[in-house]
C-alpha cells in the first residue's frame, strides 16, 4: 500500500477551480516532485495535503488513514510535516528552540510539571535538549543553536525549517521550493542534504521546486501541475522530456 | 534517528560543554534566588529602622502588586503577543470576588487572606476563560478592542450591583496586606511565570506569538495555549486586585478603569515586551516616580510624562542597549529570552 494515497483531491475558490481532480499515489521511502508554472496551484496542494483548506472533492490518506477534514494541527499529529515557500520560522526563538518546538507533542510533562520543575520536567526537558543537538548536527547548525533564528543566513533558515518540520517526527515531508532564492553551490548542498534526510530518517518526501537541476537530480517521480490538473505524471527523466511539459514551461 | 558513533574526546568535550552550559543556567537561577532574599531582608530592615518612612513603606506593597499586574500582563502581551487593554478588569473581578470573601468570611487571617487570594485569583481565571474564547477568533487590534471594552462592561456591572457596594464603594475590608504577604505573592508570580515560559508550553506560546501559521503545522495546539495564557495571567491579576483590595481598605470601581489598565501596559511595554526583569524594574520605577515627583505638585504628571517618553527612547537606544550587554558579561549571565 502506498504511504500517501490521494484520490481525485479538488478545491473550487468562488468559480475557480485551483486544484482539479489531483491524484497521486507515493510509496514509502520516495522522494517525489511536483511542479509547474506559476500558479498552477502546486501550493494549494500543499494547502490541502496540511488541512489549511478542505478540499472540495476527493479523499487522501496517509498509510490508510483518512485525513480530509482534519485540521492542521491533527495532520501533523498523525504524520504530515510541512516547510513553506516563504521561510515561516519562529524568528525570535532561539535555533534550538525552533526545533524543541518541533518536538513539543512528543513529550508528555504537562504545564504543572513545567511550572513546578517536577523530576518529569527535567528528564524530559534533558531528552528534548539531546535529540534537538542532534537533529541540528544533522545540518550543520549545532554552532548556532543560542542566535535567534532571524539572525541566520537564508540558507541556514531553509535548514532550520526542514529540521523543525522533522523534528515533529512525520511520516511525510512536504518542502515547498526548499531551493528557493539559493545559489548553485546551495543548492547542491540541499540536495545531498535531502537525500540524507530521506535515506537516515527513513522518510518519504514530497516536494515542490522550479530549479530543474534538483528536481532531475533528486526526485525519482514527478507530477507536473498546469492550471490546477496534472499534466504529466511518472519518471522524472521521462516527464522533464515531455513535450507538452516543455511548452507548458517554455510556451509554444 | 541518525547517530554517529562517538570517539571518546569528542564525548568528553560534549560532556563538558553541557556542564558549562548547567553551571552557567546555575548560576543564574542562584543569582535571582540571593537578590530576590537580599531585597526582601533590605527592605524589611528599611521598614523596622523607619529609613523608608511612612510614605515609603507605604509604597511597597504597591510595587509588589505592579509586579504581579506586569509580570502577568507580560505573558500575554509579550509572549503570546496579543495585545490585551483589559488588565485592570481581571483585577478588579478578582479585587470584588476576594475582598466579599474576607468580608463574610469568619475564619483565622493566616487561612482566610490565602484563601482569599485565591478565590480571586480562580474568579478572575474564569474571566480569563470568557475573554479567551474570543481572543481565539480575533487578533490584534480587533482583540485588544474587545478586552477594552470587557474592562468597561465589568466596571460598570460592579457600579450598579449592591453587594460590591455599587459607586461608592466597598467598605469594610481589614487591611491584611503587608510587605511580606505581598513580596510572598509577587515571587510566585514570578516563579510560575518565568518558569512557564521556560517550559514546552512556554515555547508553545512563544511560537504562536512568532508565527501562529506554522505554529499550528508543527502541531501546536493554538486554541488552548492562548487560553492558557489568559487564564494564566488573568489568575495572578486577580490575586493582585485581592492585595490591593486588602491594602487600601476600600474597592471603587473607578480605579479599575481603563487608565489602570494602560498604566500596567506602560509598565510591560517599558520593560521590554518578554522580558521578565525589565517587567520587575519598570514596575518598581513607574510606581515610585510619581510618589517622588509629588514636591513638585502642579508640575506633577508633566514632568512624569516628560520622564515615561525619554524612558521609553533611551530604552531603545542602541547605547543603553550595549551598557546593558556589558553590565550583563560582567555579572556572567547571558542574554534574555523573548523579544528584543
Redesign the interface.
Known sequence: MPLLQVKNLGINFGGLKAVDDFSVNIEKGMLYGLIGPNGAGKTTVFNLL?G?YKPSTGTFRLDGQILNGK???EI??MGI??T?QNI???????VM?NV??????H?T?N?F?????TPK?YR??KA?NE?AV??L??FDLEKEK?NRAYNLPYGKQRKLEIA??LA?KPKLLLLDEPAAGMNPNETEELMSTIR?VRD??DMTILLIEHDMRLVGGICEEVTVLNFGTELAKGKTSEVLNDPRVITAYLGE | MAKKQMTGSEKLILAQTQLKANLKKRKKTVFAVILGIAAFIICNVLISTGALGRQGSGLLVPICINIMLAVSLNLIVGFLGELSLGHAGFMSVGAYAGCLFTIHANLPTIIEFPLALIIGGLTAAVFGVIIGLPALRLNGDYLAIVTLAFGEIIRSIINSLDFTGGAGGLKGINKFSNFSVAYIAAMITIVVIVNLVNSRHGRAITAIRDNIISAEATGINVVFYKLLSFVIAAFFAGAAGVLYGHHLAILKPGTFDFNKSIEILVIVVLGGMGSIPGSIIAAIVITLLPEVLRDLSDYRMLIYSIALIVMMLSSSSTHLAELRMKIRKKLGLSGRKGVA
Open positions: 496540511t489549511v485540521s492542521p494541527i501533523n499529529r510535516a510541512r513553506f515561516r520560522l519562529f524568528s525570535h526563538m532561539s528552540d524543541k518546538v518541533g518536538l513539543h507533542n513529550q510533562y504545564v510539571d513545567g511550572i513546578f520543575r520536567y524530559e526537558e528534548m535529540e542532534e537533529l548536527k544533522v543560542d523543525r518540520a515533529t540524507f537516515n530518517f
